[in-house]
């Protein structure tokens, strides 16, 4: 846990208690902050009491003491509208912020100079993410993993020098971030995204420019306008910036052409390293990941040999187009995190022969955007309550069957991909729909996915 020290003998109140919420409300107790909690939820109100934290409706609590007002990111801050709770902290003009806020403070308070890589974006955060932690462990450097990607930020070991610190923040986090202050910040990409709580695209956008901007080096995607505008007004405003690019070659910066990484300094170009034969990063998707991973880590001190053999060993991101078995030349892909179309597209455009499994509770306009990718399909095997639907958009053009259930539907694409005969296969999850109607969540379903694949005769797992 970090302790948040920054408001030792203040009043601070909070809402939301879920799960990032109670560590954040437990961190600024530890730090000797003199918390009041609250949640809509009656729930996590009893748990948050049980845990020790003091919680009070705060509709009727005196805010003219609070020195700061901690928003969870979950809870709407602008759009559609403030929740009830924002109201009352803009009424008494308390500052609202959120755990990644309460973090940089930390941070500059103890350890000002530890590394920090802060990565956002619409699109592959989690990869860059866990990827750029891979890296920096592999070369024995103390890395701490968290944010967005599932582990509360404050829940991680306190600021140091020469620790580093890998966050994935979300559109949420950094509008509760306003001195947001990475070592090396990353922009992915923008595309239209949560505009049901930014209201429009360019206020979404302006949000996440804020990552890049408070940075020492700022990481930038160029491949939509958004984000070039972005790099450019940045820029401008004296950060250093690298531009990375999975689509066009750059004068300065890291882009990809093929598969290879390619490293642009002062008008010429050389090979950085070849991403062919990481299954881990196939596709030009991640060919933007790892640029950005490999900009990120060189602008935090470490060396290209360190970076290229951390490429070579990452293991992917479980559940999103993570290869988990080998059969001969078949590879079996669990990418059960895509529950929609876009989602499913990446692995869809990564392999030339697929078998593929998809369906579960359907998503609003189905699978008819895969369209392009349908050549590459050998045939799929539907689930789920989306079975009847998506075979009706495969109509004639991918041979399919309904399979009903996952476990049927490994089997028999297993049992296809042996027969065939033309070359490398995959039989891969990449479901298309939500899990819900039959399982928890995409994580089950995965992990359902991969015990199927391991209970076939003959294969060898790579996790």
């Known amino acids: 846990m970090i302790p948040v020290t920054t408001f030792k003998g203040k009043k601070v109140g909070l809402f939301g208690?879920?799960?990032?919420?109670?560590?954040?409300?437990?961190?600024?107790?530890?730090?000797?902050?003199?918390?009041?909690?609250?949640?809509?939820?009656?729930?996590?109100?009893?748990?948050?009491?049980?845990?020790?934290?003091?919680?009070?409706?705060?509709?009727?609590?005196?805010?003219?003491?609070?020195?700061?007002f901690v928003l969870s990111p979950g809870v709407p801050l602008t759009h559609p509208k403030p929740h009830w709770s924002v109201d009352l902290a803009r009424q008494a003009s308390v500052e609202i912020v959120g755990d990644i806020e309460l973090f940089v403070r930390e941070r500059r308070a103890h350890a000002p100079d530890c590394p920090f890589v802060a990565i956002t974006g619409t699109n592959g955060k989690s990869t860059t993410t866990a990827l750029i932690a891979h890296i920096l462990k592999t070369t024995g450097r103390d890395t701490q993993l968290g944010g967005n990607i599932g582990t509360a930020v404050l829940t991680l070991d306190p600021p140091k020098a020469g620790r580093f610190y890998v966050v994935e923040c979300s559109s949420y986090q950094i509008d509760l971030a306003p001195t947001l202050d990475p070592t090396a910040g990353i922009l992915l990409n923008l595309t239209p995204d949560h505009l049901d709580r930014h209201?429009?695209?360019?206020?979404?956008?302006?949000?996440?420019?804020?990552?890049?901007?408070?940075?020492?080096?700022?990481?930038?995607?160029?491949?939509?306008?958004?984000?070039?505008?972005?790099?450019?007004?940045?820029?401008?405003?004296?950060?250093?910036?690298?531009?990375?690019?999975?689509?066009?070659?750059?004068?300065?910066?890291?882009?990809?052409?093929?598969s290879?990484?390619?490293?642009?300094?002062?008008?010429?170009?050389?090979?950085?390293?070849?991403?062919?034969?990481?299954?881990?990063?196939?596709g030009g998707h991640n060919a933007q990941n790892a640029a950005a991973a490999i900009a990120a880590c060189l602008a935090v001190g470490v060396s290209d040999k360190e970076i290229?053999?951390?490429?070579?060993?990452?293991?992917?991101?479980?559940?999103?187009?993570?290869?988990?078995?080998?059969?001969?030349?078949i590879v079996f892909v669990n990418d059960s995190k895509a529950t929609n179309a876009d989602a499913a597209a990446p692995a869809l455009s990564s392999y030339d022969r697929i078998y593929w499994i998809a369906g579960g509770l359907p998503k609003e306009g189905g699978i008819a955007s895969l369209t392009p990718f349908f050549p590459k399909i050998v045939k799929a095997y539907l689930i789920g309550e989306a079975a009847p639907a998506f075979a009706a958009t495969l109509g004639e053009a991918v041979p399919y069957e309904i399979s009903g259930t996952l476990e049927k539907a490994v089997a028999h694409a297993a049992?296809?991909?042996?027969?065939?005969?033309?070359?490398?296969?995959?039989?891969?999850?990449?479901?298309?729909?939500?899990?819900?109607?039959?399982?928890?969540?995409?994580?089950?379903?995965?992990?359902?996915?991969?015990?199927?694949?391991?209970?076939?005769e003959g294969v060898t797992m790579l996790i």
């Open 308 to 329: 290229v053999d951390g490429l070579r060993t990452f293991p992917g991101l479980k559940h999103r187009m993570q290869p988990v078995a080998r059969k001969g030349e």
């Open 199 to 258: 209201g429009t695209m360019q206020h979404y956008a302006d949000i996440k420019e804020r990552l890049v901007a408070g940075s020492r080096t700022a990481v930038v995607g160029v491949d939509d306008s958004y984000s070039s505008l972005i790099a450019d007004r940045v820029e401008r405003a004296g950060t250093k910036v690298v531009r990375i690019s999975r689509r066009h070659p750059l004068t300065e910066g890291i882009y990809a052409e093929g």
């Open 260 to 282: 290879l990484l390619m490293r642009a300094q002062g008008g010429t170009s050389s090979p950085f390293t070849d991403l062919s034969g990481i299954q881990t990063l196939r």
């Open 415 to 456: 049992a296809d991909a042996a027969r065939d005969m033309e070359g490398p296969a995959a039989v891969m999850l990449s479901p298309a729909c939500a899990s819900f109607d039959q399982y928890k969540n995409f994580e089950v379903r995965g992990d359902a996915f991969v015990g199927h694949v391991a209970a076939l």
């Open 17 to 68: 208690l879920g799960g990032s919420g109670l560590a954040t409300a437990q961190a600024l107790v530890a730090g000797g902050a003199d918390v009041t909690a609250w949640d809509d939820n009656p729930d996590s109100v009893a748990k948050a009491t049980a845990a020790g934290i003091a919680t009070a409706d705060l509709r009727h609590v005196d805010w003219d003491g609070f020195a700061a």
